[in-house]
């Protein structure tokens, strides 16, 4: 594709060869002539007179060296993703249609357009809604509900009377509705005696929802374990039972949230962070990667640390270090002083 076309695609502007030919996107230090790369970031300008692409996305108001052609947009990250569909892989289409080695139950229902992968099971009275996509492996148990335009990927598994809304995207090997960590301990006359806690309840996920690789989300004790609309859930991430997640809350990869735990509304937690059960992230908070929750969460905090503490705080304590040692170092001055002026 033509330089001049792609700038005419993000609405920008251009000095240069207008003929040269774009292939390809890709970051400023690996891109190679033919790509197209951007800078939103000021932390990697000085990698602008490094690069080896021929064209970069830059705001208005750029005035560093490059020796690619600059393209200058509004907003540089969201120019370059809108070039995604323009320069990336095209999607695998899905025609509708049921694979011959899928397992398809009693009383099932399947909208219009569903697509079933091979080997995939469809245990008796799930309900499938219209244009979803469900790829090869996986296990759909009896009496789940699935909406409209979902996608499935392989070896998603979903257990008894879930509820999945429109639009969720499952990534390969999620599984939602396996039982929560529920025993009790008693002291019988051989020594203690573990008995498992029924895990009765379902999980109930709203629409738009993301949930990425080989996350767990825990059936309910009793009721529902909840995600709300809207939510982005990344990889490897741990969900108790009988959590309650707001819409629009991101949790990044390899978090874990206690059961019964409530994350509000905007909240964000962040990548190996731990909230313990039975606790509030209130609206628009952050808990901040491996930072580890032991009390509620006040609304817009950004917490830090183990146990988790206000960001102000824990940015105190790293200094208090480096205050001691300046410390340190002004007493032995004045002890040598001390000490020169005693001689004398």
């Known amino acids: 594709m033509k330089l001049s076309k792609v700038a005419k695609a993000v609405n920008g502007t251009f000095t240069g060869d207008g003929e040269a030919e774009i292939h390809a996107m890709a970051s400023l230090l690996e891109a190679r002539e033919g790509d197209i790369s951007f800078l939103a970031n000021p932390k990697y300008a000085a990698q602008m007179k490094e690069t080896k692409a021929t064209a970069v996305l830059v705001a208005h108001d750029y005035a560093g060296d490059c020796p690619a052609t600059l393209i200058r947009v509004d907003e ?11 320069f990336g892989p095209k999607p695998v289409v899905r025609e509708p249609g049921i694979h011959a080695t899928a397992v398809i139950g009693e009383g099932v229902t399947l909208g219009k357009g569903v697509y079933i992968g091979p080997y995939t099971v469809i245990e008796d009275g799930a309900t499938i809604g219209d244009d979803t996509i469900v790829d090869g492996l996986v296990f759909i148990a009896q009496h789940v509900t699935i909406g409209k335009g979902c996608h499935l990927y392989p070896q998603v598994n979903i257990r008894e009377s879930c509820v999945l809304g ?23 006359a051989q020594g203690p005696v573990i008995t498992k806690v029924p895990q009765v309840g379902i999980v109930e996920i709203g629409n738009d929802v993301e949930i990425g690789s ?14 709300g609309d809207c939510v982005k859930i990344d990889n490897l991430v741990q969900v108790g039972h009988n959590v309650q997640i707001a819409p629009f809350v991101g949790i990044i990869a390899q978090a874990g949230i206690a ?14 962070a ?7 992230v209130h609206e628009r908070a952050q808990v ?45 001055d004045l002890e040598a002083k001390v000490k020169a002026l005693e001689a004398k």
Not at 166 to 188: F, Q, S, W
Not at 274 to 280: D, E, F, P, Q
């Open 76 to 86: 540089p990250n969201k120019a370059f993703a809108s070039l995604a569909p323009i």
């Open 166 to 188: 429109d639009r969720v995207i499952l990534h390969a090997g999620v599984k939602i509705g396996t039982d929560g960590y529920g025993y009790t301990v008693e002291i019988g």
């Open 214 to 227: 080989n996350t767990c989300i825990d059936r309910a004790r009793f009721g529902r374990t909840r995600v």
């Open 259 to 272: 059961g019964s735990a409530k994350i509000e509304s905007g909240a964000l937690i962040w990548s190996q």
């Open 274 to 280: 731990g909230v313990s059960g039975h606790l509030t």
């Open 288 to 332: 901040a990667p491996q930072a580890g929750v032991k009390e509620d969460v006040p609304e817009g905090e950004y917490v830090a640390g183990t146990p988790a503490i206000p960001k102000r705080k824990f940015a105190e304590g790293l200094l208090l270090p480096r205050l001691v040692d300046k410390l340190k170092k002004k007493v032995a």
